[in-house]
């Protein structure tokens, strides 16, 4: 079959290096793809978002299954659009609805959901440029640190997490009245803080019947040590060394269920990834946020564990016949660290040329802010590579990725150095 990846990053690659192996995939192509992808699958200048574009190239190329990368395109329905055009009603789309898609696309929404089927997850509220002041006054009622949330998409950077109480109401004011994050803050959700350790839970479903692919735990901070700003995610590490089958089987039973289980009793039609950021706070697991697509670098580690044809669980999961479908793990552990150009995730350059790629043997190198110029793959983003390798341990896995960075370089080029340094 003929198949479409939308996106550019390194989810997107990673997604394209699976289904490239997979027997069922005749021509492959992503759109718009980067100098990665470029190598495996034909890449097509389109937005993500530019839906009638999408449409010509999934009909011109006799594209039948589509699978959505990024989170745009979920929350402003581009699952919809297929399914209410009679040219496109049967091309199979990875990626739920955008009513489903809310989880991600408005925290409110999400806690709303939480809350309404039992779901572990921190208190809250929510308050809009008209009620600030009483937001100032919540946070009053609350401890240090204090947690705050831009209701929209941010594009991962609208958390904040603050331990002073005038900085939290400062931010707030700033997020509501001055539109800090934009549209994404025209609400602002604001909660406890959850003390624990993170990791991340990723569940296939098609609507009907789930199953759970390996956990990992990724690392937010630009700075070694967790400090510093958020960014998109500077590595990541399969499977987390704290989660027990015990652990696990709490995430399933009072999480993975009662998710699968309410998107069913609140007719929200779901074929697609979630992806549960957790926290395990003592030894129970509480939900963070929902996103409706896979992590990023997450899927750097997540996808190269996975055994079964990923093409395979595709057709399943469009087909309602995911309980159908034995999924099989590497035992292996996965890590990946994230190439950064310099001052990220703040203001950065582009264009610097990525020098050593074609001396790696021993590493995976996805390819996220990079693509081709002059014959040349140079840096198009702040997160440019992330490389991932297998090792029987999770240490012996990033002393790999390290060992292979060290073949790498681009002007400014920067990456944490101590990821895994919390397990």
Not at 113 to 118: A, D, K, S
Request: hydrophobic fraction near 40%.
């Amino acid at each position: 079959m003929n198949i479409l990846v939308l996106g550019s990053g390194g989810r997107e690659h990673t997604f394209a290096w699976k289904i490239a192996q997979s027997n069922h995939c005749d021509n492959l192509y992503v759109a718009p793809g980067n100098s990665g992808t470029k190598s495996i699958a034909t890449n097509l200048d389109i937005s993500v978002t530019d839906f009638e574009a999408i449409k010509e190239a999934v009909i011109e190329n006799g594209v039948e299954l589509v699978v959505v990368g990024p989170e745009d395109p979920l929350v402003n329905g581009i699952h919809d659009f297929f399914l209410q055009d009679i040219d496109l009603k049967n091309v199979a789309v990875i990626g739920p609805q955008k009513a489903a898609a809310e989880l991600e696309g408005s925290k409110e929404f999400a806690k709303r959901f939480m809350v309404r089927h039992n779901i572990p997850t921190a208190a809250y509220e929510s308050f809009t440029k008209d009620t600030v002041e009483e937001g100032c006054k919540f946070l009053e009622t609350l401890n240090p640190p204090y947690v705050l949330k831009a209701d929209g998409l941010a594009a991962g950077k609208g958390v904040l997490i603050l331990s002073s109480l005038e900085d939290a109401q400062s931010e707030l004011k700033s997020m509501l009245v001055d539109a800090k994050f934009g549209n994404a803050s025209t609400k602002v959700v604001i909660e406890e803080f959850l003390d624990g350790i993170e990791l991340s839970c990723f569940v296939l479903t098609d609507g009907k019947h789930y199953k759970i692919l390996p956990t990992a735990k990724d690392y937010k901070r630009i700075g070694e040590g967790d400090t510093g700003l958020n960014t998109g995610g500077m590595g990541a590490v399969s499977p987390v060394p704290f989660a027990t089958k015990d652990f696990l089987d709490k995430i399933e039973n009072t999480i993975v269920k009662p998710t699968v289980e309410g998107l069913k009793k609140d007719n929200l039609p779901y074929v697609g990834f979630v992806f549960i950021g957790l926290i395990k706070v003592g030894d129970e697991p509480k939900v963070i946020e929902y996103n409706v697509r896979m992590g990023d670098p997450e899927t750097e580690v997540v996808l190269p564990r996975l055994k079964t044809d990923l093409v395979e669980i595709f057709q399943a999961m469009a087909n309602q016949t995911l309980a159908e479908v034995t999924i099989e793990i590497d035992e292996r552990a996965a890590t990946t660290i994230m190439l950064v150009s310099g001052g990220y995730p703040e203001a950065y350059e582009k264009g610097k040329e990525i020098m050593g790629l074609g001396t790696i043997k021993d590493s995976i190198v996805f390819h996220a802010g990079a693509n081709y110029q002059d014959d040349k793959v140079v840096t198009s983003g702040g997160r440019v590579m992330a490389v991932t390798s297998y090792g029987n341990t999770y240490q012996e896995a990033i002393k790999k990725s390290y060992q292979s960075i060290e073949n790498l370089c681009f002007d400014k080029m920067y990456y944490r150095k101590d990821i895994g340094f919390d397990l």
